[in-house]
T-cell receptor, first 112, second 115 residues
């Protein structure tokens, strides 16, 4: 079974600074990878996904992620943080039996 | 297009009771997945239903059960509630199996408190 590890449970950035959230997966076959965001008191919302093709994936709200097979990573970035980016972010991987597994989540706080 | 609707949004139960949570998926979506979210354990997969059949199941005891109806609406039931069952229960729908599309649409959740 595949799994996903998010490095860092909390990330604090200044408004306008780079946001970098790290995600590594374990897989013996090419996985499908996803990033979701959860705003306070809401359900999760898909930010972006990688299935096949281009390894740099662009998502909503200015986020993007790069699939690096050699590093088994799928890190999420945003060049310039905004106050509205404060939320919890989840990396997810699709397993062989088509089950979606989520990482532990990374909470992002944005300092004014 | 209406989103995923979960009822009730909040509920309080006592140990030993049972609870039923309901989820109405987006129209046309045939898959419904359930997750338990707690501060300590994060998001844990409960089960997924597709076309009224349970297709995947997480590592939860038999006290946790679910079903899906012909209109794709789903319910989950927890019997003999324990304090540790206090959590946010999230339902998500998708057009096909969650792992095939990866694009889950989540409801706002049902927050269960067990006293």
């Amino acid at each position: 079974a595949q799994s996903v590890t998010q490095l860092g449970s909390h990330v604090s950035v200044s408004e306008g600074a780079l946001v970098l959230l790290r995600c590594n997966y374990s897989s013996s076959v090419p996985p499908y990878l996803f990033w979701y965001v959860q705003y306070p008191n809401q359900g999760l919302q898909l930010l972006l996904k990688y299935t096949t093709g281009a390894t740099l994936v662009k998502g909503i709200n200015g986020f993007e992620a790069e699939f690096k097979k050699s590093e088994t990573s799928f890190h999420l970035t945003k060049p310039s943080a905004h106050m509205s980016d404060a939320a919890e972010y989840f990396c997810a991987v699709s397993e062989d039996d088509y089950k979606l597994s989520f990482g532990a989540g990374t909470t992002v706080t944005v300092r004014a | 297009k209406a989103g995923v609707t979960q009822t009730p949004r909040y509920l309080i139960k006592t140990r030993g009771q049972q609870v039923t949570l309901s989820c109405s998926p987006i129209s046309g979506h045939r898959s419904v997945s359930w997750y338990q979210q707690t501060p300590g354990q994060g998001l844990q997969f409960l089960f997924e239903y597709f076309s009224e059949t349970q297709r995947n199941k997480g590592n939860f005891p038999g006290r946790f059960s679910g079903r899906q109806f012909s209109n794709s609406r789903s319910e989950m039931n927890v019997s003999t509630l324990e304090l540790g069952d206090s959590a946010l229960y999230l339902c998500a729908s998708s057009l096909a199996l969650a792992g095939l599309t990866g694009e889950l649409f989540f409801g706002e959740g049902s927050r269960l408190t067990v006293l």
